[in-house]
């Protein structure tokens, strides 16, 4: 039997059936998938209001790839993490993890500022652990963990996992050509509980750092070609400064 008991909730990590490996240089390697979940996954709402927020803000961050993610491979009939189909009930999983994120996101980060445990804060550590973890098992992963995983061909780099997502999941909705209102939306969402929306704040400053994090996120078999038109380098690089450019805008 196997129990994980996270003392932060900076991703989605406890309820997935698998495991990040890295090389010994922190450049992503590939995915250890188990034969099944966690049996019990415990968190104490005191201790993650009592932890630092930055870890509760990250996780946010891995939480808000979910539904975009997810939708990405159910409009291309993708599997989902866990190599199933992408389900009704899954994909209303991980809308509710977006809706529960914009609700509760801001008063979730106060509360822990002021390290109480109120409805918001709960309301998120479900969101970040549970409807996310569970969300992308069964939906699946698209260009916001490529972006991650192509980042840390960097290698060394500081940013939080959950803040590069973040930020990959804007360039995703610049590479769906998705609407303003709802790129906007979940710009608006970054910033309102300090999650980045330009690279310079994920500690990307050169033009060259962005060549390299648009080759390495799609080499083969990664998730960005679970997308509707599959993604070039080029086309990759182009989105992640477009995004950058929007979001400098709106911090101005």
């Keep these: ?15 997935t059936g698998l495991s990040v490996i890295y090389n010994d240089d922190k450049t ?3 995915y250890l998938f ?19 927020v930055k870890f509760l803000v990250a996780g946010m961050g891995d939480a808000l790839g979910t539904y975009f993610e997810a939708r ?20 209303a999983l991980c809308r509710l993890c977006y809706d529960t994120l914009r609700e509760y996101g801001a008063a979730a980060k106060k509360a822990c500022e002021c390290h109480v445990v109120t409805p918001a804060l709960e309301a998120i550590i479900e969101a970040n652990v549970y409807l996310s973890g ?5 939906g699946g992963l698209a260009v916001a963990h490529s972006f991650y995983n192509g980042l840390t061909a960097l290698g060394g780099h500081s940013a939080p996992h959950g803040n590069c997502v973040a930020f990959g999941t804007l360039v995703q909705l610049v590479l769906e050509r998705a609407p ?4 906007e939306e979940v710009q608006q969402f970054c910033m309102e509980v300090g999650l980045p929306v330009t690279l310079e704040e994920i500690g990307i400053t050169k033009d060259e750092e962005i060549r390299v994090i648009a080759e390495k996120s799609c080499v083969e078999g990664e998730s960005i070609h679970n997308m509707v ?3 070039t380098p080029d086309q990759l690089y182009a989105a992640i400064v477009a995004a950058d450019a929007l979001g400098k805008e709106a911090r101005a």
């Design 1 to 15: 039997m196997v129990v994980i008991v996270p003392t932060v909730v900076a991703t989605d990590a406890p309820c």
């Design 28 to 30: 992503f390697n590939s």
């Design 34 to 52: 188990y034969p099944k979940n966690p049996e019990a996954v415990i968190v104490d709402s005191e201790v993650i209001a009592n932890a630092p």
């Design 72 to 91: 990405a491979c159910d409009r291309t009939d993708a599997p989902s993490l866990e190599s199933g189909g992408i389900t009704r009930s899954a994909m």
């Design 134 to 138: 569970v969300g992308a098992d069964n």
């Design 180 to 183: 303003k209102k709802e790129f």
């Design 229 to 231: 038109s599959d993604v």
